[in-house]
């Protein structure tokens, strides 16, 4: 066990959390987390990761101001991909592209794309686990029963309607730090 998966297994314990890990983590996937309620999610999220998976990185999708000195030297090589959020990108295709050219990639995407309520979701993560034949893992944290895990795997349909209604439906049931920020 490397020291960093100990730390943060320490870590984890410590804070009086538990994770439910009930499935396997492909090499290729899109991680969708939520409820995003608060900047303690990426926290939360990336302990829980290193301290249960721990084999690498999960790339995410930040702000491009957290790329501005110092965090620049944290947030790339975290795996931290800059979303300019004032311009239409053709970030979809860049990241498809991405999945297509590695052995292994997994992408975390909160779909609310703020930590304020707002029930009209981004849509880039389904899109990207669509166009790239990835599977979405529903990544939750539950600050009410401190709980954080991943018990199922979504395969995208034809349906992208029903889908989104599905993924939606499934995040009712957890509590995010602020739940009056999380929308459906």
């Known amino acids: 066990m490397s020291a960093l998966k100990k730390i943060c297994k320490f870590i984890f314990d410590r804070i009086g959390w538990k994770a439910q890990l009930s499935v396997?983590?492909?090499p290729k996937c899109v991680f969708v987390v939520a409820p995003h309620t608060s900047n303690w999610d990426f926290i939360m999220g990336e302990i829980m990761y290193q301290a249960f998976e721990g084999d690498?990185?999960?790339n995410f999708l930040i702000k491009k101001e957290w790329f501005n000195f110092p965090f620049n030297y944290i947030m790339g090589p975290m795996g931290g991909v800059p979303v300019n959020r004032g311009h239409s990108t053709s970030l979809?295709?860049?990241l498809v592209n991405e999945?297509?050219?590695r052995d292994k990639m997994r992408l975390a995407i909160?779909?609310?794309g703020t930590r304020?309520?707002?029930p009209k979701w981004k849509m880039g993560f389904y899109h990207i686990?669509?166009?790239a034949n990835v599977p979405i893992l529903l990544v939750y944290l539950d600050y009410e029963k401190k709980v954080?895990?991943?018990d199922e795997i979504f395969i995208p349909t034809d349906d992208e309607a029903a889908d989104i209604q599905y993924i939606k439906q499934y995040y009712t049931q957890f509590k995010g730090k602020h739940p009056e920020s999380f929308a459906i």
């Open 92 to 94: 979809v295709t860049q």
């Open 129 to 131: 686990a669509k166009s």
């Open 148 to 150: 954080a895990g991943i």
């Open 56 to 58: 690498g990185k999960v």
């Open 99 to 101: 999945f297509q050219k």
């Open 110 to 112: 909160t779909p609310e």
């Open 24 to 26: 396997a983590i492909p």
């Open 116 to 118: 304020k309520a707002n």
